[in-house]
């Protein structure tokens, strides 16, 4: 069978380009090696995905915004970064820059859900559910996908959107920079008796990380980052040992904790791809970029990504050119790279300073944190990001006085 499009992996990503690419007028084949019940009606997976401004126009311009029930969007009014336990706190409030949240924080099996609905509408994709892809070939005219039950299917280009595993990119010798932070994740729901009043916090503790996404009727996705010696064991407790010791760790700051949902741990690993693109193949989603979620960009670098590769796609189409041409599949590598390396560069660095516990990391950290209020733009442009807000924005606010004045740098 023949498609203008193969697209391996019906996640966020792949849902998402497989509908802009339908929207093309492109034929689609759309594999997933999950059960088609588990793609339509997904399993809440316990990610609560902060959705940045950007992404959340690129989801109403697909009709999935719409879907989701209000109740499910939660928004993030401002943050708090904490080094330790001390007093200082690098704080984010998007108010400086005229919007009026940093983002809204929306379950990653809603994500799923409304993604898939809005793909399933699309008369030109065509659905292989439970199909394991075990093999990609390409040549100068067509890229060519083996399933594990011996289906062969071709196409103009293929587009591999499998995880940041990928198995696709693999077959495809495309090298990818991978970093195992042995460290997991712990993530899980709480009710806590002081109101969150929507300020999301991240704590960078000595003893593992601690973040908090407010989430509506105060109760907040509380993510925990431990070595996967002790996360087996906060995985272990019963849900009140576990909301006495989080309480503990958080030190009353949400009050009193009650679990509310099932908690699930995640190993954190790190993968960026040398590259997005080889003949007839594209990467997308966690496949090209495989965040650590501290900074919140998977999903929204994904989301960015297909359009920036669709917008190339359909310059190319205009021009009369095949899918797979280079010149496209190279000018999208270059954009999303270029919206990409420096923050996941920077996730790297700081993960890297806050897994490390000597007396300098501890001083390194502090200036950091300092540093970056005091200084223009680095909090300013990662904030503008987020909320949507032009940069130039930003900083004209800053320097007509309108902002807080940052505080000095500390003395040690
Ligand atoms: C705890 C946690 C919190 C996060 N928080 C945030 C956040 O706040 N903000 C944010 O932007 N991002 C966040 N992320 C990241 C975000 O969840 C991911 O970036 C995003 O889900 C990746 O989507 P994807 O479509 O690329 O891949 P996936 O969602 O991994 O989907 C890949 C699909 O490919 C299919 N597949 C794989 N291999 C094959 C094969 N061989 N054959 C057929 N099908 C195959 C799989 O079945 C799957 O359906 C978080 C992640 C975690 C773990």
Sequence with gaps: MYFDVLVIGGGPAGLAFSALASDMGLTVGLLDRQAKTAL???????????????????????????????????????????????????????????????????????????????????????????????????????????????????????????????????????????????????VGRMHGTIP??????????????LAILPLNNDIASVVQTFCAEQAAQFMDMNDADYARATQARLKGLMGTLSCTSKRVA??????YARQFYSQRLALIGDAAVGMHPVTAHGFNFGIQGVANLIEHLRKAQARGLSLGNIGALKAYNTDHRRLTWPLYQLTEKMVGLYTTNTIPARLARKAALHTAQAALPVKDVLMAKLAGVPVSKVIASKLSGKFPVPPSLPRF
Excluded: C
């Design 196 to 209: 969150h009043n929507h300020v999301a916090h991240e704590y960078f503790r000595y003893d593992g990380g």
């Design 40 to 186: 339509s009606k997904p399993k809440n997976d316990g990610r609560d995905i902060a959705v940045s401004e950007a992404s959340r126009k690129i989801m109403a311009n697909l009709g999935a915004w719409t879907m989701i029930d209000g109740a499910d969007i939660s928004p993030i009014r401002s943050a708090k970064v904490v080094d330790g336990d001390a007093p200082f706190a690098l704080n984010f409030n998007p108010g400086s820059a005229g919007a009026d949240k940093l983002g809204d924080i929306i379950s990653n099996h809603i994500i799923r859900r409304v993604l898939y609905r809005v793909a399933a509408q699309k008369e030109n994709i065509t659905w292989f559910t439970g199909a394991e892809v075990k093999a990609l070939s390409r040549n100068a005219n067509a890229a060519t996908i083996t399933l594990a039950d011996g289906q062969v299917f071709s196409s103009q280009l293929a587009i591999a959107a499998d995880t940041r595993f990928s198995g696709i990119r693999r077959d495809a010798g495309i090298k990818a920079d991978m970093h195992d932070f042995g460290q997991t994740m712990v």
């Design 266 to 271: 995640y190993p954190l690993v790190g993968v």
